[in-house]
């Protein structure tokens, strides 16, 4: 009970942060809503599926969580703010150990991001599927969930095999 309301706690911290980072581009937003996604993914349905369907941080979870890929401009928005600040710290810290270990890092990262597969267009400017109307995209990203809303565990109303009772 107290670790989920930990998890609970701290994924509104993080999306509390993810909020400013919006404003303050010191601040990243992707890692703090993902950590939020995480927490509420193992301690409340009810804020997760908030937070998956909310109408501005729902694409960052939903692309993450479904293995979609990141949009192109999030994906060069952070590798320049990630390599801006690798850099200056280098300059500030003025270590040559440090800047190699930031380099490293960076490196790492930008390799890690750039191996991520990109999200398409129509599902980057229009948020779900069903905005768009790509019934492609609609098959794609919408499991099966027939006998399932809100509050329904995943997979209830569904017979072992996978399909729908009778």
Known sequence: ????YFLISLGWFSVVLGVIGIFLPI???TPFILLAAWCFARS?????HWLRNHKRLG????????????PLKVRNRVLLLLWFSML??????GRAWAAI???????????YLLSLPL????????GNAESTGNAELDKRSEPDTAGTGPGTPTGAGKTADGGKPK
């Open 119 to 126: 999200l398409e267009e129509s599902a980057e400017s229009g």
């Open 1 to 4: 009970m107290v670790k989920r």
């Open 44 to 48: 409340s349905d009810r804020f997760h």
């Open 101 to 111: 270990g930031l380099v490293l890092i960076g490196s790492c990262v930008s390799w």
């Open 27 to 29: 601040l990243p937003t």
């Open 88 to 93: 200056s710290s280098s300059l500030i810290i």
């Open 59 to 70: 694409l960052i979870v939903r692309s993450w969580e479904d293995g979609q890929g990141i």
